[in-house]
């Protein structure tokens, strides 16, 4: 195995040099900007990050603007990317960096692992893209190349697993620290990727990779089986007035937390039941104008969504009604209650 390890920056590095996709993340090698595109890219496409980098540098476009932004403001940045914490955890970090690190981020690596939501891969694709450090970044991309490479059937979510790979690269780490690490992720995202077949005849280490030498390479990874998703299913009303749309903002801990919402209930309600909870609300329902039903998957939940547009005769009760400009600029919808508002025009 460790031959295999000493073979892939010679293979690596000209093959990353040739082939590497122009992506804005890589202009160059500000910490901040790559810091922000690698906790974007966490559970998230490629192609969906781009636009949301750009924006959200054009309006906050160093660490400072980060730490003193509205949190309303980062919400909407982040609207429709998901997992919210991680842009809670960023103004978070940035802020623990004005105060400590007197704005400017941290080069030792126990120092950037200590920030907020920044976990080992995080703080090694930081420090080896933008300082050069032979600190390795190993993701899902990573362990699937080199449990190809070596035929290894170690379940890939084993962490004992991600360490071993871990210590086996820092061993091989070259001068081109920076290129070398996004080379991997290059190949395991363009290359060696995942839920289709792996493009073994283009791969630079297709000579010295066991499951290209022996045909397995579409046996690997191994993973352990998954835990069952939990289904609960919840009756959301889109309310509306006047131009206006009633929204309720969720807890500050907890799932989704502190984002705004429509309103909603657990269980499915039947539309006569549906009226009824409106007239609860303090609300007094003029027209069901449409039913729709909907989904959204968690990593452990699946929620079942029946939605009923509504409309009322008072913006009144418990909640506050914002105008379709003020939900399109102000108020940053999750993507399970945002799938009702995309189709806000068909009522």
Not at 194 to 207: A, F, G, L, T, V
Not at 208 to 233: D, L, M, N, Q, Y
């Amino acid at each position: 195995m460790e031959k295999i390890f000493d073979r892939l920056p010679e293979a690596l590095l000209p093959w990353y040099q040739q082939n590497k996709r122009d992506l804005p993340w890589r202009a160059d090698r500000e910490p901040y900007h790559i810091w922000l595109s690698e906790i974007m890219l966490q559970q998230t496409r490629v192609e969906a990050v781009k636009g949301y980098y750009c924006r959200f540098l054009d309006a906050l476009p160093n660490i400072e603007t980060l730490a003193q932004a509205d949190d309303g403001l980062l919400h909407k940045l982040w609207e429709g990317l998901g997992y919210y914490s991680r842009v809670r955890n960023l103004k978070r970090a940035a802020q623990v960096i004005m105060e400590r690190h007197g704005g400017r981020f941290p080069e030792e690596y126990a120092q950037v692992l200590a920030l907020p939501g920044i976990g080992e891969y995080t703080a090694g694709a930081i420090c080896s893209i933008a300082f050069h450090q032979g600190t390795p970044a190993v993701d899902g991309n990573v362990m699937r190349v080199v449990s190809r490479l070596t035929e290894n059937a170690t379940p890939i979510d084993d962490p004992s697993f991600k360490k071993r790979i871990r210590l086996a690269l820092e061993k091989v780490y070259p001068a081109e620290a920076g290129a070398f690490t996004q080379a991997l992720m290059e190949l395991g995202a363009t290359i060696c990727g995942p839920n289709w077949k792996p493009k073994c005849e283009e791969c630079p280490c297709q000579s010295f990779c066991g499951g290209a030498i022996h045909g397995t390479a579409e046996r690997f990874p191994v993973k352990k089986p998954k835990i069952s998703r939990r289904i609960e299913e919840r009756t959301v009303f889109i309310l509306y007035c006047e131009g206006k749309y009633a929204l309720r903002k969720r807890p500050d801990t907890g799932l989704l937390a502190g984002l705004w919402q429509f309103p909603d209930v657990v269980g499915w309600l039947e539309p006569e039941a549906a009226l009824e909870e409106v007239g609860r609300l303090s609300l007094r329902p003029k027209e069901l104008r449409r039913q729709v039903h909907r989904k959204h998957v968690f990593t452990h939940i699946q929620w079942q969504l029946r939605g009923y547009y509504i409309e009322v005769a008072e913006p009144v009760g418990e909640f506050r009604w914002f105008t379709a400009e003020e939900i399109n600029n102000e108020a940053a919808l999750p993507t399970a209650y945002r799938q009702f508002w995309e189709e806000i025009e068909d009522v």
